[in-house]
């Protein structure tokens, strides 16, 4: 007489006629997953996986997450350029404005904005006629 000893494991499965509980190997389930055929219950009722299964269900909401973090993502990335781009043009604005305002205060006093000639009928003119040139903000 041969005695062996084997180790496998077993799955439990109810079948969906009878209720009855028994073992399956979990290779053979895996396989049953996977081709979709027919496997039957001790009582001899066929039972086959057909539908998705949680597994199969997971993983495809798993791709969807994936695909919306991605999507996210990439806004995420769109906003900040944007927002970088918004910052670059309030500085270069600044930047213009300042140099604006500069310009103006030399003409008030009557610096030639081209040469750098101070001319004085240009001053009077300026302190008389338009008082209020130099101190005002540019309004851009």
Known sequence: MTTFTAVDTFEIVHCYKCGIAF???????????????SFYCPAGHGQVYGGPTD?????????????ERSRVDSERRQRAAVERKIDY????????STRLQKVKVRVGHGVCPCCNRTFKAL??????????????????
């Open 23 to 37: 073992g399956m190997p979990q290779d053979f389930q895996q396989r049953r997953l996977n081709d979709k055929q």
């Open 55 to 67: 597994r199969d269900r997971a993983q495809k909401l798993a791709g969807q997450l994936d695909i």
């Open 89 to 96: 043009q309030k500085r270069a604005r600044k930047s213009v």
């Open 123 to 140: 001053a009077d003119h300026m302190a008389t006629k338009h008082p209020t040139y130099a101190a005002a903000k540019d309004e851009a």
